[in-house]
């Protein structure tokens, strides 16, 4: 299957196969007026299989929530046709916004102008927990 | 250190250092009255408490300055709906360090952000109580005269017990130390005491149900209340609630200098016999608890004497 180039735009490429959807969701990519292609079980040599997303403009993206969602995820920006950069991305130490602390006693709960923030327990395990009540987080997936 | 927040901020140098002031405090105290003059403590407690608040009052009278606070949230603007970052922004502009406890997890975390004075955890729900994870320290030390090599039994409800999960994991970091996990199924320590912090630093540790099997070996028995409103079974609750009831009949087996603790209040766990027992230091932690706050009281507020 062919996928016609983009001039200017961002490759997601590397994306865990069958995640192009809920990146796609939580990227707000369906408020965009340009082409959004995405490529869902695509071969790849790393990985046996992956996802693509191709936007044709460049945007800002939240590399924060990329990372926390899928930390795998190479981030290609296209102008006049070339790559201009790529971005390896990794789990952040932080995350505020992203998820909620769902411990009902915890002080998010009540205060509602507090931002919900967890940081980064433990990297392999990709644990992360309120920094208020320490609450572990769901994992984007569950 | 500009808060105390959770006993882990603390490295082993700094509760150190800690421990020594309070034990010259303990020596001195005559060097100490004047030390906080014209300094004001703001302990504001929007749940109740009994020791600690007292506790805190009393470091700070003893240290020759002044409290002001309140000792519920519906004496505060908390009930008229003010969120806790105005109002240690409101407090900290009449104080100089608040000592505060709150049933939300976190809350005295948010304080730090407004405050602009220290502040220190003194409860946050069931989360953090720092202060009395440095009376048990103080009291084993003192008991000891240090924190290594000890084989640290913690008994009964070791699952929801936050000064529990605040004592390993300050133990934790003193060589040769292990632990003796006393507790009903029900109520054993959380999975990640265990895997995040027990198993990949290679502390010793064992998981039992008797505590009079495991007795003989402890240097320090840590007794928490079994609390019936933990269990979803009657029948558990009322097979398991006598089970931990240390009586001196229990401490027969027990090492002559075992140190007996309990962070209060007790309800039956301890029998009142046992209070004559030397080996009996839960009201001494009472004591070593407010020499402890007052040490902080001085390191938060940088007062040298």
Known sequence: ?142 | MKNLIDIMQMSTEELQELINRALDIIDNPAKYAQACRGKKLATLFFEPSTRTRLSFEAAMYELGGNVIGFSEAKSSSAAKGESVADTVRTVGCYADIIAMRHPKEGAPLVATRTAGVPVVNAGDGGHNHPTQTLADLLTIYREKGTFENLTVGLCGDLKFGRTVHSLISAMSRYPGVRFVLISPEELRVPRYLITDLLEPNGIPYEEVTDLEAAMPQLDILYMTRVQRERFFNEADYLRLKDTYILTPEKLRTAKQDLAILHPLPRVNEISVAVDDDPRACYFKQVLNGKYMRMALILKLLEVNV
């Open chain 1, 1 to 142: 299957m062919i996928i016609g180039q983009i001039k200017d735009g961002i490759v997601l490429d590397h994306i865990t196969a069958g995640h192009c959807m809920e990146i796609y969701n939580i990227l707000g990519l369906d408020k965009l007026d340009c082409t959004v292609a995405m490529i869902k079980n695509a071969d790849s040599v790393k990985k046996g299989k992956k996802d693509i997303i191709k936007i044709g403009q460049v945007i800002d993206l939240d590399f924060d929530v990329l990372g926390y969602i899928d930390p795998g995820i190479t981030v290609n920006i296209i102008q006049d046709g070339k790559l201009a950069k790529r971005q390896h991305l990794s789990l952040p130490e932080r995350v505020v916004d992203i998820i909620h602390c769902k411990n009902p006693r915890c002080i998010t709960s009540t205060e509602q102008e507090l931002h919900h923030e967890f940081r980064l327990a433990d990297r392999q395990k990709k644990l992360y927990r309120c920094i208020y009540c320490e609450t572990e987080a769901p994992k984007v997936s569950e």
